[in-house]
């Protein structure tokens, strides 16, 4: 049965609350909310002979009816929303805060945020102030005034069309560039010339998460891409190929350069070797391995080379020098080493270890002005080391602090190269390295709206359920008594080996100006400690994760940094996933929650792409019964249960999210407005023209931000949430 009706639960609820979550936690009025009917269906699936019911399947499926339930939601969530006072002081203190110089996205690959130089040209992406999208910039020498190349902010009226990724060719003559439009995966790759901001007529489609790599002479750019489905669009539950774009034909003369045919879910992506003598092809599929395939360019006609073939770890592609390919690996090295192979000598290529595993993670690896620059991980803290192609050490690059890094562009021969710093309380500023002099200097440094003096980051270490030990950063204002009285925002992901280290968001600083502390916790499934440490959370160890959450919230309580009606949770993507689970296995330990573009469903998250399906490497899938039945135990839209008190949760997605499709978040939302068995509050916000996250305009990046922080500063029972 249907809770269309909160405010005549109430007396109730009040009772059942008090017996099934924390007596202490601030119910919030719901006396107008009345929640859009969401008809449960009579779905059962049955998986192992487990019968699995899916009242709400029918949210997957686009229509009439789907749109008009999640507008009603929305017309229930804004007004209340809207109502916080503290919610416009919010979003007037976030778009000044957002007013400075961005350099780089957070979105393109790490090495392609900073400077990049090409022949004797220099490119970089940068947003300034208040812009709502960044743009690529070009100058002729590092002093030259810098000038626009693309600017994606102006292509749409509202802001909503990014700059996906861009690629310049080796002469630095010309650029591939992508925009995706309304926050979609899907890319419309064109090419300009940089001297004359010409756009070529051709136009690439039917791309997603591939590069373009420039042939040596800069005529020619290899790509990956889906074929066309039943409607003539890219098909993203197929496999991708790799195509060759002839600069000034159309795409459909590209020639097919390569397919997988022996795995239905392989997929190839190609990169040029810098001395053109190699298509190097990684083959992709999920987070743990993948496989490294040579075509070599001089003889088109020979078969390829599978040179790493195993899956037994995974190869990055760094560079090539002196006939010699540089990869980064985990084979034989879960923390990860530096290898290099001669791939035209007679036999099998054999790697030779140029960089070897160190008891610290490398977590990035870079080939600049023949030495290895190694981005390695402390206790989630960067420390960076330059190597000699011998493998001894040349010496440590000194860091501002104990912060992230980002950069170092793959140049095997320059001299030169750039890097990023930020930690929780410095914006990002970009350094310039010159190899030759070992000279490291500040090369572009914001001035931001923040006085971040009174507060300070430290980090600590707490044990999980299992005796594991799990780093957490903790940032909050200096000389703050820790009498449990204070409001605490706790972050995580741990999935896909993605590391959380410290940087800096101007929602951070809005959220301590307001008198919050912010609390990141290392969990199991990223990659801080290695491979083994993200193995440790993935398929039927999932658990795992979300034991380090909760373990990380009941320290954060014992130690009276903050108590369960004062804490609040938050997540996006597979963090949304955290969210949802650790929200339905203890509700009474949160104050609030807040799941943003989720993946929520666990039964059926690979129906939705192929791209979607490769996430099995972490989370596993309904065919296996043992990784079903993990599934099914933590799985947020089956863990909800009628009768019981859930904290005040805003679930945020996206309508236009075609990585974690919003049905996520639309089950989810209905599901524990089903089962909420007390006042406190289940809304859904979704945003139009939007997608998971990558190239969402300034302005409704604000606007999401005002409101979730809005709902917590009125969950919370903060200063001006009434």
Same mark, same amino acid.
């Given at each position: 049965?249907?809770?269309p009706?909160i ?12 017996a099934?979550g924390?007596?202490?936690?601030p119910?919030?009025?719901a006396e107008s909310?009345?929640?859009?009917p969401?008809?449960?269906?009579a779905v059962?699936d049955s998986h192992?002979?487990?019968p ?8 997957e499926?686009p ?7 999640v507008?009603?939601?929305?017309a ?9 006072p ?7 203190r976030?778009t000044e ?5 961005q350099?780089?996205?957070?979105w393109l690959?790490a ?6 130089r090409?022949?004797?040209r220099?490119?970089?992406v940068?947003k300034?102030?208040?812009?709502d999208?960044g743009?690529?910039?070009w100058?002729?020498?590092l002093a030259?005034e810098?000038r626009v190349l ?5 292509l749409?009226?509202?802001g909503?069309a ?5 690629s ?8 591939a560039w992508?925009?995706?439009?309304g926050g979609t995966d899907?890319d419309?790759?064109?090419?300009r010339?940089?001297?004359?901001g010409r756009d070529?007529p051709?136009k690439?489609?039917d791309?997603?998460?591939t590069g ?7 005529r020619?750019f290899y790509y990956?891409?889906y074929?066309?489905?039943p409607?003539?669009?890219g098909?993203?539950q ?7 774009h ?10 097919l350069?390569?397919?997988?045919n022996?795995h239905?879910?392989h997929n190839?992506y190609?990169v040029v070797?810098e ?5 190097v092809?990684n083959i ?5 391995a993948?496989?490294?395939h040579?075509?070599?360019?001089n ?9 790493f073939d195993?899956?037994?770890?995974l190869?990055e592609f760094?560079?090539a020098?002196?006939?010699r390919?540089?990869?980064?690996t985990?084979?034989?090295a879960?923390?990860?080493?530096v290898i290099a192979?001669?791939?035209?000598q007679a036999g099998?290529?054999m790697?030779?270890?140029i960089?070897?595993q160190?008891?610290?993670?490398? @977590?990035s690896?870079?080939?600049? /002005?023949?030495?290895?620059?190694a981005?390695? =991980?402390?206790? *989630?803290? %960067? ?7 011998d493998?001894?050490?040349?010496g440590?690059?000194?860091?501002p602090g ?6 170092f562009?793959?140049a095997p021969?320059?001299n030169?190269?750039f890097f ?11 350094y310039?390295y010159?190899l030759?002099?070992?000279?490291v200097?500040?090369f572009r ?5 923040f006085?971040a003096?009174?507060?300070l980051?430290?980090q600590v270490f707490y ?6 030990r799990v ?5 909050r204002r ?7 009285? @204070?409001?605490?925002?706790l972050? /995580?992901y741990g999935?896909?080996?993605?590391v =959380?280290?410290p *940087?800096? %968001? ?5 959220w301590l ?6 609390a ?9 400690y290695g491979a ?6 993935t398929?039927t160890?999932?658990?795992n994760?979300f034991?380090d959450?909760?373990?990380a919230?009941?320290w954060?309580?014992?130690?009276r940094y ?9 997540g996006?993507?597979n963090g ?7 929200l339905?296995?203890?509700?009474e330990?949160?104050?609030?929650a807040?799941?943003?573009?989720g993946v929520?469903?666990?039964l059926?998250y690979h129906?939705a ?11 596993g ?8 039945s993990a599934?099914h ?6 863990n909800?249960?009628?009768g019981r008190?859930?904290?005040p949760?805003?679930?945020?997605t996206?309508d236009r999210?075609d990585?974690?499709?919003p049905w996520?978040s639309y089950k989810?939302?209905a599901?524990l407005q089903?089962a909420q068995?007390c006042p406190?509050p289940?809304?859904l916000?979704?945003?139009t023209?939007?997608?998971?996250g990558?190239?969402?305009p300034a ?7 005002a409101d979730?922080?809005?709902f917590?500063?009125r969950a919370?029972?903060?200063p001006?949430?009434?």
């Open positions: 049965m249907h809770m009706v405010s005549g639960l109430v007396i109730a609820c009040l009772a059942m609350g008090a099934m924390s007596p202490n936690r119910l919030l009025a909310l009345r929640y859009p969401a008809g449960r269906g059962v192992h002979g487990t699995v019911a899916d009242p709400y399947r029918w949210l499926t229509g009439p009816g789907v749109s008009a339930w507008e009603a939601q929305n229930l969530s804004r007004p209340w929303l809207e109502g916080i503290a919610r416009e002081q919010l979003r007037a976030l805060l957002w007013d400075y110089e350099y780089g996205y957070p690959d090495k392609a945020r900073v400077p990049i090409r022949g004797d220099y490119f970089f940068e300034k102030g208040r812009q999208q743009v690529l910039y100058a002729p020498g030259a810098p693309v600017d994606p902010n102006a749409s009226a509202d909503t990014s700059l996906a990724d861009f310049v060719s080796p002469d630095g003559r010309h650029v992508a925009v995706s439009d899907w419309t790759w064109q090419v010339e940089v001297d004359s070529l051709e690439i489609v791309t997603k998460f373009v790599s420039w042939e040596r002479d800069g020619a990956s891409r074929p066309p489905g409607e003539g669009r098909d993203d197929q496999q991708v190929r790799v195509y060759r002839v600069l000034g034909t159309a795409q459909a003369a590209d020639e350069v390569y397919a997988v022996d239905p879910r190839p190609g070797s001395d053109g003598r190699w298509l092809l992709s599929y999920g987070f743990a993948n496989a490294i040579l075509r070599d360019l003889r088109p006609e020979a078969p390829v080379e599978r040179v195993a899956w037994d770890g190869y760094l560079g020098l002196d006939g390919l540089y990869f980064k985990t084979q034989g879960p923390r990860g080493r192979i001669q791939p035209d099998p290529p790697p030779a270890e960089v070897g160190s008891p610290l993670v490398l @977590h690896a870079s080939l600049v /002005g023949g030495h290895v620059i981005s390695y =991980l402390e206790d *989630a803290r %960067a420390r960076l080391r330059v190597y000699r192609l493998g001894t050490l040349r440590e690059i000194a860091l104990p912060g992230t890094v980002a950069g562009p793959d021969e320059g030169e190269t990023a710093y930020t930690d929780y309380l410095t914006p990002q500023a970009l310039r010159d030759a002099k070992d000279e200097r500040p440094r914001p001035a931001v709206p006085d003096s009174p507060f980051t430290e044990t999980s359920r299992d005796g594991t780093p957490m950063f903790i940032t200096r000389g703050l008594d820790l009498d449990g009285s @204070h409001s605490l925002l972050y /995580g999935g896909f080996d993605i =959380l280290t *940087a800096y %968001a101007p929602a951070i600083a809005a100006e307001r008198g919050g502390i912010y990141v916790a290392n969990l199991r499934g990223g990659g801080e083994e440490w993200h193995e440790s959370g398929k160890r999932k658990q994760v034991d959450f909760i373990a919230a009941e954060l309580i014992d130690r903050t108590a369960p009606e004062r804490l609040a949770i938050h996006r993507s949304g996933l955290l969210v949802g689970a650790v339905a296995q203890r509700p330990l949160f104050g609030a807040l799941p943003a573009v929520l469903d666990l059926r129906t792409s192929a791209n979607a399906y490769a996430w099995s490497s972490d989370y899938t309904v065919e296996d019964p043992e990784q079903f599934l135990d933590y799985s947020p839209v089956h909800v249960r009628p008190c859930y904290p949760t805003l679930v945020t996206a999210d990585r974690v499709v996520h989810f939302a599901a089903y068995a406190n289940v809304l916000r979704v945003e023209r939007a997608g998971h990558a190239g969402k302005w409704m990046q604000i606007e999401d931000l979730q922080w809005a917590l500063v919370l029972g903060m001006d949430g009434r």
